[in-house]
């Protein structure tokens, strides 16, 4: 199980390029999100999906929009590229298990806009 | 609204020290709560809940309802317990999207 995995590791664009983050994971979970973690901000919300054809705006949407293509994966699309987009951003899936849920976390996607 | 709040965002204690990591949250209802941590270059993952009210790597977490306090404590910090520790709070029931606090960074030194 390689559980939640993200493509690129790292990215530089410039201003008003655009580009998509991918995230799949493959341990059958409705729930995916995608977060931006700022320092000093923690982690924020920009986007999920509760299920297979779903997606709902977190706290920070502007700016990105989002594809749940399958029960597998989620990608995030950046259609004109910030410097204020620059960020790690995580991919997580969810399900509910026995006494609680938790998320599963993908290694990040550090993203650069010059 | 939700609302969690980690008031340190550094926590620098020497090995062996006792360590308490706080955690305050503003929510009307039945809250669950979680602790994450992301050690240096690995991915974020739970550290604790509390609905399971166990020990994880000698770290423990009380839900405090009269405080509104969900504080991480240890009583002999390691080295290796440096990392960056994040609250998180959920509604009873519903959809599983967590509010995360802004995260506290605590630094053991030898």
């Known amino acids: 199980n390689a559980g939640v995995t993200q493509t690129p590791k790292f990215q530089v664009l410039k201003t008003g390029q655009s580009m998509t983050l991918q995230c799949a994971q493959d341990?059958?979970?409705?729930?995916m999100y995608w977060y931006r973690q700022d320092p000093g901000m923690g982690l924020r919300l920009i986007y999920y999906?509760?299920?297979?054809?779903?997606?709902d705006k977190g706290e920070v949407p502007n700016g990105y929009n989002v594809s749940r293509l399958n029960k597998r994966e989620f990608s995030l699309r950046l259609e004109s590229a910030a410097p204020s987009q620059t960020s790690v951003y995580f991919c997580a899936s969810s399900e509910p298990l026995a006494g609680g849920q938790q998320q599963f976390f993908g290694p990040g996607t550090r993203l650069t806009v010059l | 609204a939700q609302r969690v709040t980690q008031p340190e965002k550094l926590l620098s204690v020497f090995k062996g020290a006792p360590v308490e990591l706080k955690c305050n949250y503003s929510?009307?209802?039945?809250?669950?709560l979680f602790w994450y941590v992301q050690y240096s270059r690995q991915r974020l993952q739970l550290l604790l809940r509390h609905i399971s009210r166990e020990s994880i790597k000698g770290f423990t977490a009380d839900l405090n309802k009269g405080e509104t306090s969900f504080h991480l404590k240890k009583p002999f910090a390691q080295e290796e317990d440096s990392a960056m520790y994040y609250c998180a709070l959920k509604s009873a029931g519903g959809s599983y999207i967590p509010t995360f606090g802004r995260g506290t960074s605590l630094i053991v030194h030898p």
């Open positions: 929510y009307s209802g039945s809250p669950e």
């Open positions: 999906s509760a299920s297979e054809g779903t997606t």
């Open positions: 341990m059958n979970h409705n729930s």
